[in-house]
């Protein structure tokens, strides 16, 4: 899998604060997308093992809190 861009803190898309991947490789091809970038399945970057600890430490930082998240048991 590839991708654009995690964002942290986003309000846009869904109830309350949500950590967002965006994925490379959409098929909806939709007339006015703002995006045509992200179309491309082989674009954007590899998601490996890396990005994947940092978006569940930031959904755990969400639900637990900035500072209770130390280190892992
Ligand atoms: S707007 Fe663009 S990125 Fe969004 S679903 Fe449509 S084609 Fe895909």
Same mark, same amino acid.
């Given at each position: 899998?590839?991708? *654009?861009?995690?964002?942290? =803190? =986003?309000?846009?898309?869904? =109830?309350?604060?949500?950590?967002?991947?965006?994925?490379?490789?959409?098929?909806?091809?939709?007339?006015?997308?703002?995006? #045509?970038?992200?179309? =491309? #399945?082989?674009?954007?970057?590899?998601?490996? %093992?890396? %990005? %994947?600890? %940092?978006?569940?430490?930031? +959904?755990?930082?969400?639900?637990?809190? +900035? *500072? +209770?998240?130390?280190? #892992?048991?």
């Amino acid at each position: 899998m590839r991708y *654009h861009n995690i964002t942290k =803190d =986003d309000m846009l898309n869904g =109830d309350g604060l949500r950590v967002v991947l965006w994925v490379a490789g959409c098929s909806h091809g939709c007339r006015e997308c703002q995006n #045509p970038i992200t179309w =491309d #399945p082989n674009g954007g970057l590899p998601f490996t %093992e890396k %990005e %994947e600890n %940092e978006i569940f430490s930031e +959904k755990l930082k969400k639900i637990f809190g +900035k *500072h +209770k998240i130390l280190r #892992p048991i």
